[in-house]
């Protein structure tokens, strides 16, 4: 494996193996071992890339077992890319381990053709929505069925409700300013927050025209690749961006939107997922310099009057991609605090992961669910009335946890309180 194709030398180098970011892994913190630290992973990664050691079971094991959340970038003096370091040792896990017949089969199902196809979310939608509504999910969850259906039992155990209409149906218009126009932006869907975010999506939309933003949501554009970068899937995620690019990047747009701060971390990084592409490299910067978070542009642009007041006692959990991806940390916090009424109240260790980290709350299950008993340990402490945070990946998991260990809660996102408050 010396000289890997994916893992770069001076990105190994950059580890001075201090070990501030140990309290930041939220598996460490968890578990206390090294090889679950981030110090510990980089260590394995450089041996891999040296030829030292091979890609056995505990090195899997312990590359798996990390949530990609880089609250360790944070920590890190030395300005360690690791969100760039497990993608690539990911990378070249895909490639040089063998994979069984049933996972091949489940990657191709899921990354290769429902998570780009809006033809197979939009049958996915509709079926689970019947699923939901008919009665026949009561009877399933009753019946002990999931525990012995594994991944595919636990998946179904977190998932939020099918909304319908999907978002897809917005797809391709263009939404007018509330009076006078103050921008022209474009809003990213994504790809499965238009089945079960669609009412998000329509409250960002309605938030933006509030405060003087033409709406457009191409019609052309895709799932952002973010699921598949994480998983290692480097080509299918770049074959998004390019598509991504293509669709948005030319459209005169003063800022391309994305309220799901998962995404949003990898869009605001086509530019390294595409480096050394010829043909993409200097327009994927041109969209990176558009791109931002919806809390960020908000927060930039100053919020409109005519906000109700929201007599509630709020406590905002850090979406680790908004916090450690993209350094978004004080726009969410200034949106919420501008809501008359509203009282934030912080929790200790806000920025600390939720365990849910894209796919990892069903493929590693156990340490998804002890780290959500620890944050909610941690949202208990502030007793809030509803938990609000900018991703919906972290919602999802945030519901789960208010129901199995807070007091039911909402979970709201900072765009649907602005639009409650923004509401008559």
């Avoid at 510990?40 to 050691?53: D, L, P």
């Avoid at 350094?327 to 929790?347: C, D, F, N, T």
């Avoid at 260790?349 to 894209?358: E, I, L, R, T």
């Amino acid at each position: 494996m010396a000289g890997s194709k994916h893992l770069r030398q001076k990105d190994l180098d950059k580890c001075v193996h201090c070990g501030l970011c140990l309290n930041a892994c939220p598996t460490y913190r968890e578990l206390g071992i090294e090889m679950d630290s981030p110090r510990g992973r980089v260590y394995q990664m450089a041996q891999v890339s040296a030829g030292e050691r091979g890609m056995g079971e505990s090195y899997l094991e312990h590359m798996g077992l990390c949530l990609a959340c880089r609250g360790c970038e944070t920590a890190c003096p030395s300005g360690v890319q690791y969100g760039r370091l497990i993608e690539a040792a990911r990378a070249e896990i895909q490639e040089s381990v063998p994979k069984t017949a049933t996972v091949r089969l489940l990657q191709w199902l899921v990354f290769r053709k429902l998570l780009p196809s809006r033809v197979l979310l939009r049958a996915m939608g509709a079926g689970l929505a019947l699923y939901q509504k008919s009665g026949l999910q009561a009877l399933v969850r009753g019946s002990g069925l999931l525990k012995a259906m594994g991944a595919m039992g636990r998946a179904e155990a977190l998932a939020p409700e099918a909304e319908t209409p999907t978002f897809f149906t917005s797809y391709g218009k263009v939404f007018p300013a509330a009076g006078e126009r103050r921008y022209r932006v474009a809003l990213l869907g994504g790809c499965m927050a238009n089945v079960f975010f669609a009412r998000l999506n329509e409250a960002t939309v309605r938030v933006l025209q509030k405060n003087g933003c033409e709406v457009a949501v191409p019609d052309e554009q895709t799932c952002c690749g973010a699921l598949h970068a994480h998983q290692g899937l480097k080509a299918e995620a770049q074959a998004l961006a390019r598509r991504n690019i293509d669709a948005l990047v030319d459209g005169g747009y003063d800022a391309v939107l994305t309220n799901a701060a998962g995404c949003g971390s990898t869009l605001k990084e086509y530019h390294e997922l595409l480096e050394g592409d010829p043909a993409y490299e200097e327009k994927a910067r041109r969209f990176v310099g558009k791109m931002r978070d919806v809390t960020e542009f908000l927060a930039s642009i100053g919020l409109v009057e005519g906000l109700r007041e929201l007599p509630y006692r709020v406590t905002y959990q850090d979406s680790c991609h908004l916090a450690h991806g993209q350094r978004v940390r004080a726009q969410p916090r200034k949106l919420l605090r501008s809501i008359p009424g509203l009282k934030l109240v912080e929790m200790p260790a806000s920025d600390v992961c939720c365990g849910s980290a894209g796919i990892y709350n069903v493929v590693q299950n156990e340490m998804s669910m002890r780290i959500l008993e620890t944050k909610m340990g941690n949202v208990n402490v502030v007793n809030p009335d509803v938990i609000a945070t900018a991703n919906p990946g972290c919602m999802i998991q945030l519901r789960a946890g208010a129901a199995r260990h807070g007091k039911g809660q909402p979970v709201k996102h900072v765009v649907e309180l602005l639009d409650e408050a923004y509401s008559s």
